[in-house]
């Protein structure tokens, strides 16, 4: 059970400076129509596996090819000039334009290395690549590390024609070679073996020679082909040899060596190399000068001769946990470690490393000045150790708005920070912003938090002295906690199940569950504290003393139920959690169509559509979620705010998984499992038969009601529901029958309503049968007609459901529905006009008491915005209950739980008012 307040979801670490922090989404993307279309290709605004980027002039230039296999491998390098007339600025109001995804931008001007932008031959002249990896410019000069044909091609100027010729190629003596080494084994100070790593830095060139093993540095720009480097870091020569096959190399990390570097960057003052075979970056304080010259200091290991992949034993080792066996267990990576890093980049101020095989980027908020240092942020990743693309749980950190998988290249423009992700085609764009929302920050506004509950039942007899002892948590790690209670003299299990939930939720309460008594059943409800699927994994059991003749019974071994609100479908009422969100509350009008997209000077953006807005307050948001994203499984998702006093700010992009349905019910506000807001359906007593099976011809399937029968002979051809609508037509074609027949919303079944209102209509009796050996199957839910009330009266202790009675609920995130003309319709912030019958793409299935739930009707309502109606009729002999739970589920998503208020005909109940008086009635039995 949780009060819901901003403090249920605000992450530790919210501040108010704008900056990058772990687990943030991209606020744009460029080479891909949304962030999660992946689309392989080529073209001046589709992307294939991207490899380095480079930023200088306002122009982003991107290597669209690897040497991690990603596919395509283009063979190019794009120039989009002018980002800034594509790329919004962060606080930019971005208008309705109608575009799926206004902040999925980009348009190459220019390319290289092919002669049009759909071309994606290998090559080998002044005009062409063969897997080219690296890019790098000092807004004048432009070089490519053009890895298969072991060179690195140099512009005098960056090129403003397709395909222009590059004016100086060094590792090669001239554009048609293309010989590793010269084609012999030593290297030289000319020759190069598949160079993957380059830069420019004050008219210097630096060349990461990978598969040498080494880092080449011409002090001035070279001016000639083949001309010979002035420097050489990593080896003791120019001509040092090393084994090329790096299965056979021997592994002994040193100040002065490398494994493989991949990329070599400077800030100016001090020079970066990503190791990658050693995982790790080396750092120079200053800028080396001479052959072999050691590094200082190491990021990723803890000293500058260990390289071993995320050595978290010796970088984090208070982060070690100790598993079931006694054994030392070591988290797989941490903010210190790194796997294959690819890339290191500083703006200056700070320190970004693409640690590849961890599929995150490390942010250092200045550059480290010892080794082991750990980074103050994670891009691309919740959390340390949280792998979103490699995790088999978690499908959807494959292709999302907040997750790169191997990152290749870093470059930034003062205000951006851009990110090659080459699995998913895509060049990602982080921009720092206020943190006022959370990781998952965004959810369901109905269901906003699911959690697992469990429940301990007692039973038997109470004998005075017998001890009754609650285990919750988990013994094997010391986090289990114990609860007793003694039975006493003259004892009542409301006194058992009262007592223990008083020392349950005794001080600040049990860390993982809060209880509540149901003692019409005997029983404790336990909520988890924890939110989504972390609850289901909460131990709980009970035990009694040696001869007790007490019973307790448990729902089972753990908590269960726990579901992730925060994933969302498309067209769902959210609600956005935060902090500073606002400087006022305020509402949309009442009868607004469409909603209005900015109130108070807040607009919300997902993948920068505006999105229409409910409410705005400092701590939550209500908005809805654009139908459109339905072609995603994930959208960024950020807040701009203009402020009473005119600053504008907004909020860093979180993102915001997407599926195709996950339900909510709305419920009263308060501790869970809430009240649902819940009415009676109908003023008319209702029955329902339910036509299953198959039509199979001369089968008779046949309706009783009280002594009238109507029975109906299946013909060939017929089908279910021809079958359900003959029924229908026999009973409505009889003008003394005291009932009428119609068709429910779902399947095939006959709903029956009284023709007069109010109890009279009650009692009325129903059956159903077909002939021996029929295929077709009729079944009567309900044996009579029951449960008159008055229509729309809200379901509350004082005039409570009953059993068989129809309820109607109120739900949003059940996704598409199968009507096509309404999903045509559909507009986001719009009311539905249509009033056709429609039904979610996923089936809605419903438990109500621990027992199933007949779904009438699922779906949208008319007049509404992302509003769904649920029509559920209860079990005919659900028991009892003033705290009946209720949930939905659509698949695998389950709603939040709800309760209503049972009590069964079968005892005393509080009477309903008369459905044609409004006056209290007494209910007969």
């Avoid at 070591?330 to 703006?347: E, K, V």
């Avoid at 908020?365 to 340390?384: F, H, K, R």
């Avoid at 504290?529 to 019974?553: F, K």
């Avoid at 299935?845 to 509003?867: C, D, F």
């Amino acid at each position: 059970m949780r009060k819901y307040g901003i403090s249920l979801l605000l992450a530790a670490g919210l501040c108010e400076a704008a900056d990058f922090f772990s687990g943030m989404a991209a606020r744009a993307v460029i080479g891909q129509r949304t962030f999660t279309a992946q689309t392989p290709g080529a073209s001046d605004v589709l992307l294939g596996g991207v490899g380095g980027i480079a930023y200088a002039n306002g122009a982003l230039i991107v290597v669209d090819d690897n040497r991690v296999s990603a596919s395509p491998q283009n063979n190019r390098v794009l120039i989009f000039r002018n980002v800034g007339s594509f790329l919004p600025a962060p606080t930019a109001e971005l208008p309705a334009s109608g575009v799926r995804c206004p902040v999925c931008v980009g348009q190459a001007t220019v390319v290289l290395g092919q002669p049009d932008f759909t071309s994606s031959d290998i090559g080998l002249s002044e005009k062409t690549f063969q897997h080219p990896t690296a890019v790098a410019t000092d807004g004048q000069y432009l070089a490519v590390a053009d890895t298969d044909n072991n060179r690195v091609l140099i512009w005098k100027s960056i090129p403003a024609v397709n395909q222009a010729p590059a004016d100086v190629v060094i590792g090669q003596p001239d554009f048609k070679t293309n010989k590793a080494n010269e084609g012999n084994q030593a290297p030289s100070a000319r020759s190069l073996r598949g160079p993957q790593g380059v830069w420019i830095q004050a008219g210097r060139l630096y060349v990461a020679d990978t598969l040498n093993n080494r880092i080449l540095v011409w002090r001035n720009m070279p001016t000639q082909n083949f001309q010979q480097a002035d420097l050489v870091l990593g080896q003791s020569s120019f001509t040092a040899t090393t084994t090329q096959d790096l299965r056979s190399q021997s592994f002994d990390p040193k100040p002065n060596n490398m494994l493989a570097p991949v990329s070599v960057t400077s800030d100016g003052l001090k020079l970066l190399v990503a190791d990658l075979g050693h995982n790790r970056v080396l750092v120079w304080n200053s800028i080396p000068d001479s052959n072999q010259a050691p590094a200082d200091l190491a990021i990723g290991q803890p000293d500058l001769n260990s390289g071993a992949s995320n050595n978290t034993q010796n970088l984090c080792p208070e982060n070690r946990t100790t598993d079931s066996s006694g054994n030392t267990v070591y988290p797989a990576s941490c903010n210190a470690s790194l796997d294959f890093p690819r890339y290191a980049y500083s703006d200056g101020k700070r320190l970004f490393v693409a640690d590849g095989g961890n599929d995150r980027v490390l942010v250092f908020n200045s550059i480290p000045t010892q080794s082991g240092q750990e980074a103050d942020a994670i891009v691309g990743q919740v959390a340390s150790g949280i792998n979103q693309v490699s995790d088999s749980a978690n499908p959807l950190g494959r292709g999302s708005a907040d997750s790169v998988a191997t990152p290749m290249g870093i470059t930034g423009d003062g205000t951006n920070l851009y990110v090659s992700d080459p699995y998913r085609r895509r060049v990602m764009v982080f921009t720092p912003g206020e943190t006022y929302i959370p990781y998952s920050g965004v959810r369901n506004l109905f269901s906003r938090s699911v959690y697992a509950v469990g429940t301990i039942t007692f039973s038997g007899t109470l004998k005075e002295g017998d001890k009754v002892t609650v285990h919750i948590g988990d013994s094997a790690n010391n986090q289990e906690k114990t609860y007793d209670y003694t039975v006493v003299k003259n004892d009542s299990f409301t006194r058992v199940v009262n007592n223990l939930v008083l020392t349950i939720n005794a001080d600040s309460g049990d860390p993982l569950v809060f209880a509540t008594p149901n003692t019409n059943f005997n029983t404790i409800i336990l909520t988890s504290r924890l939110q989504g699927d972390a609850g289901n994994s909460i131990p709980i059991s009970v035990t009694t003393s040696d001869n007790a003749v007490i019973t307790a019974t448990t729902s089972g071994a753990t908590l269960s139920g726990g579901q992730d609100a925060a994933k969302i479908a498309p067209g769902t009422l959210v609600a956005i959690f935060g902090a500073n969100l606002s400087d006022s509350t305020a509402s949309a009008p009442a009868e607004a169509d469409p909603l209005p997209t900015e109130l108070a000077g807040v607009q919300v953006y997902f993948d920068g559509i505006r999105a229409p807005l409910l409410m705005v307050s400092p701590t939550e948001i209500r908005a809805q979620v654009p139908w459109e994203v339905n072609d995603s499984n994930s959208i960024s998702n950020y807040v701009r705010i203009q402020r009473s006093s005119g600053v504008v700010v907004t909020t860093a992009a979180v993102a915001v998984p997407i599926i195709g349905e996950n339900p909510g019910l709305l419920a009263q506000e308060g501790t869970d499992p809430r009240p649902a807001i819940a009415v009676h359906s109908s003023s008319q007593a209702t029955a329902t038969v339910s036509v299953d099976g198959s039509a199979n011809a001369s089968d008779v399937a046949t309706i009783l009601i009280e002594d009238r029968s109507y029975s109906y002979t299946v013909q060939s051809g017929d089908t279910l529901e021809s079958i359900r609508d003959a029924l229908i037509g026999k009973i409505n074609a009889n003008a003394d029958e005291k009932v009428e027949a119609y068709a429910a919303g779902l399947f095939t079944r006959i709903r029956l309503r009284a023709k007069v209102q109010g109890p009279a209509g009650n009692g009325i009796p129903i059956s159903a049968s077909t002939n021996d050996g029929a295929q077709v199957i009729l079944t009567a839910t309900n044996s009579s007609t029951c449960c008159a009330n008055v229509a729309g009266a809200a379901v509350t202790i004082d005039n409570p459901a009953i059993p068989g009675e129809t309820i109607i609920f109120t739900a949003t995130g059940l996704g598409l529905v199968t009507n096509r003309d309404i999903v045509a319709e559909l507009a986001t912030g719009f009311r539905l006009k249509s009033t056709e019958s429609n039904t979610p793409n996923e089936f809605v299935s419903s438990l109500i008491g621990g027992k199933t739930a007949n779904v009438l009707y699922s779906g949208l309502q008319p007049g509404m915005v992302g509003i769904y109606r649920v029509e559920l009729e209860l079990n005919s002999d659900i028991p009892t209950n003033p705290n009946t739970q209720v949930t939905i589920a659509q698949d695998v998503y389950v709603s939040n739980i709800v309760t209503i208020p049972v009590f069964n005909p079968a005892q005393d109940l509080p009477p309903p008012p008369d459905a044609s008086t409004g006056n209290v009635v007494r209910r007969r039995r």
